[in-house]
């Protein structure tokens, strides 16, 4: 009997490090979820004039990126963004997050933009109201104005397809 | 001495000593587990009083002053929903920011104002310490339920 | 195409390690020796294509390849080359790499250094380290690639985080894995001495040296680990019983029991179940440190990754190593028939109880460190076990073992008797008690922990001498004593002088937070610190303020000190860099907090007094090279070929 302790201890441990791994999950279920997606007003990156905020895109389905120059998931992303701008239709805004260092014009005149507009969050309040933890995380919002998913990290075509595709469509978008 | 003694006398001396290994465990985590609460938590008085305690949140922005002896610091911690006076004497983390995320260790002190002995911030500029993330995210989830 | 042909090596490297973990166990099962042959030719194959991955990776950092998004994440154009190179190991993806490097690294030494042993012998242990390799190399491949991509390439990187930017932290996680790895070794060892059924003083005497070896390494990593800590953070600290800390402390409990226990499994073929218990026990401690740094389980200041995927990778591979290795264990611990008898104050008892404290401290690291999880996954709330907690159980459960380590060599193996090491004894105890109890007094009144620290560390060192005296009054000459001799009692020594250095810098240190303007001056401990502003420096990477301080004694200027706050130019992240002024018996020790007003002409400025903190790494010194002595003792050679005619005989029987 004596020489199964060990192993007795060890399953025990596992099943708590099981359960600790799955804890903290990234993927935090947003409290936003079918509520008001919070209200901002931000100037637009690379359009002096232009500001930009929720209320127009009123009774359009819109997807919100948040993103920053200096993070490299985003940059990940970038051309998956990019393809999707180019082969459906619907309009993605580029929440700029944190760009203290002011290059997200330079970046994007350099690769391209995917995005309809890119409200400029320079002292990352708006992301704060959004409740992002981190960049990039993405956000369907509906023709209300209505936050209708949330996704942590960088989108890929995989997870564009299993993720964003069916809800897009099942708001018929 | 009979190999029997022995061996009952080696068991004893074992059960002894990891007697005294409990009870010093025990009483050492009695003394030192440090609870976390989130600001709302606190502000609803659920957190003890006379006993150290954390809290994790956001460094509310605009709420840093320093007090003339230049090393009191007083800000405020937020989880978005309820913000707690925190106040602090000593030099603060080099990631410690206005709107960055910051977990303090201390007391209620008097009028409500949390003391700090230890102010901590994560050693990555993007990352949230998960005690602040917990917090903020618990408060949202409350607001959402809330709104209902 | 670098990083590609590192992909690619890394694909053979992992089918090389499958036939490796597979063939050669075959082979020795049913006796094959065509089939055992292929261990070593895999086993260095394997190093040299993982050494060719190594290498890609270190390449693309050095070039600054932006397009592997491993390098785009963790290094900077403007990053001095030096650094460049070891950001090849600063990220998750590249330790990982490091890791399988170590362990492919420990393969090849033994399928070197193991001719002289029974070739059934040495298919089993390059087996099972092969399995382990397909383990860690498979995590590499499927969730951690370090040759990732990045379409289109990042312009510049996110730069390292500027911590590690410190020559402490280059040679820093090389040593721990060193150690951490090297374990692998005893535990295969173990493994394959508990597949084959022959536990016999033999296999003692071939892990040893191996064991002493990683167990020397280990306790160098760790040192470096503190060493950079003290110096990097700011805070002048050393041991912060941080998660990360700790899964590198609990397999260096469990390997300095099994040292121990493997000497008595040696000598006198007592404790195998037990020490094959505590092989498998301190290499699992390795694994599950691996895991706990990996999985982000564990909030810490310096976890990694925070991906679940990973994380259950980990412990699916955990639960089946360990699991396994412990199935295994239960099936064959009834065959381990344990050896010679001994009495109360034999050589013997006093390992066994050394084990059992040593391993009761581990154990209560562990609760320490696992129970914020424990509570967590149970819904109790989320806590913080602190410092407190540690240093409150640490030090009662560990003093008996420093008390006992002082009679233990001089006690005789088997029968022993009270009153002869009484009167061996009785000086040294009575010169350290008087130690402890005056030495306080004369520094700054009577304290019970400074009364502790101070006795055991004079008593251990006090029995080393004596230890030393007997030897040589029994005819040997210091010289001809043996290296092993040499290496234990170095060791112990430099635990004395660890344990003076503890004793010293945490009951007499002295700190103090100021807001200095210039010239304005603070006094702690007799030092007049004065400070005479700052000025900008730009640095490789960053923009630093860059403080002068003035130190005198007695109206003379001593040293001129320059702590520095730097601006890290990618990051944007600012990092405390203080000045120390080290010195044998005391640092001062000066760190830059935060300007205090716009013109940043007053600052916060943090001083201390620590005394006699370099004791503790020069005490960690002697441990490392005592292990390394007492693993190059020539008996192990003698002895290995001394049997190397019967085993050799008895593996062709079977």
Known sequence: MKRWIPLLVFAVLVAFFAKGLFLNPREVPSPFIGKPAPAFTLPVVGEAERTFSPADMKGKVWVMNVWAPWCVS??????????????????????????????????????????????????????IDYGVTGTPETYIIDQAGIVRLKHVGPIDPDTWKSKFEPKLKELGA | ?????????????????????????????????????????????????????????????????????????????????????????????????EGKGVVAEGKIADGGVFAATQVLAKHDENYMPPEAAHAVEQAQKAQATLAK | MIPELGHFVLIIALVLAIIQGTLPLIGAHRGNVALMALARPTAQGQFVFIAIAFGCLAWSFLVNDFSVENVARNSFSQLPEV??????????????????????FWTMAVSVFSRHLPDDMVARVIGVMGLISVGFLAFLLLTSNPFDRLLPPAPDGRDMNPLLQDWGMIIHPPMLYMGYVGFAVAFAFAIAALISGKLDAAWARWSRPWTTVAWAFLTL?????????????????WWFWDPTENASFMPWLAGTALIHSLAVTEK??????????????????????????????????????????????????????????????????PKMLTGGSFNWFSREAMLLANNVILLAAMGSVLLGTLYPLFMDALGLGKISVGPPYFNAVFVPVMAPALFLMGIGPLARWRDASLPDLFTRLKWALAVAVATGLLLPLTLDGFNPWATLGFALAAWILLTVLIGFRERMRNGARLASLPRAFWGMQMAHMGLALGVAGITLVANYEQERDVRMNIGDHTTLAGYTFTFKGTTERPGPNYRAARGTIEVSKGGKTLYVL??????????????????????????????????LDETAKAWAVRVYHKPFINWLWIGALFLVVGGFLAASDRRYRIAVKKLEAPAGAAAQGA
């Open chain 3, 562 to 595: 320059h702590p520095e706050k730097r601006i890290y130019n990618a990051s944007g992240m600012a990092m405390t860099e203080a000045a120390v002024r080290y010195s044998l018996t005391s640092d001062l020790y000066v760190a830059l907090g935060e300007p």
């Open chain 3, 268 to 333: 006198r073929g007592a404790f195998k179940a037990w020490t094959v218990l505590l092989a498998l026990t301190a290499f699992s401690l390795s694994l599950l440190g691996t895991f706990l740094v990996r999985s982000g389980v564990l909030s810490s200041v310096h976890a990694f990754a925070t991906d679940p995927t990973r994380g259950a990778f980990i412990l699916g591979f955990l639960a089946v190593v360990i699991g396994g290795s412990l199935v295994l264990f239960a099936w064959r611990a």
């Open chain 3, 221 to 237: 990593g760790i040192a470096l680990g503190s060493w950079w800590a003290y110096r990097e953070l700011g805070w002048g600290g």
């Open chain 2, 1 to 97: 001495m009979k190999s029997r003694h022995k061996k009952l006398i080696a068991i004893g001396l074992g059960v002894a000593g990891l007697g005294i290994i409990v009870a010093l465990v025990l009483n050492a985590f009695q003394d030192n587990l440090v609870f976390f609460y989130t600001p709302t938590q606190v502000a609803a008085g659920e957190a003890p009083e006379g006993r150290a305690f954390r809290i994790g949140g956001l460094v509310e922005m605009e709420s840093v002053r320093r007090e003339a002896d230049g090393l009191t610091v007083r800000f405020l911690v937020t989880d978005t929903a309820q913000s707690i006076p925190v106040v602090y004497k000593g030099i603060l983390p080099d990631l410690f920011k």
């Open chain 3, 83 to 104: 650094y460049r190179i070891t950001a090849t190991w600063g990220s998750h993806e590249g330790s990982l790499l490091l890791w399988v490097l170590m362990l492919a």
């Open chain 1, 74 to 127: 985003c940059r990940q992303e970038h051309p998956v963004l990019m393809a999707l701008a180019q082969s459906q239709p619907v309009p993605i805004v580029g929440l700029n997050w944190k760009d203290k260092d002011r290059e997200a014009a330079a970046l994007l005149e350099r690769h391209g933009s995917p995005y309809v507009a890119v409200p400029d969050d320079l002292d990352g309040k708006v992301g």
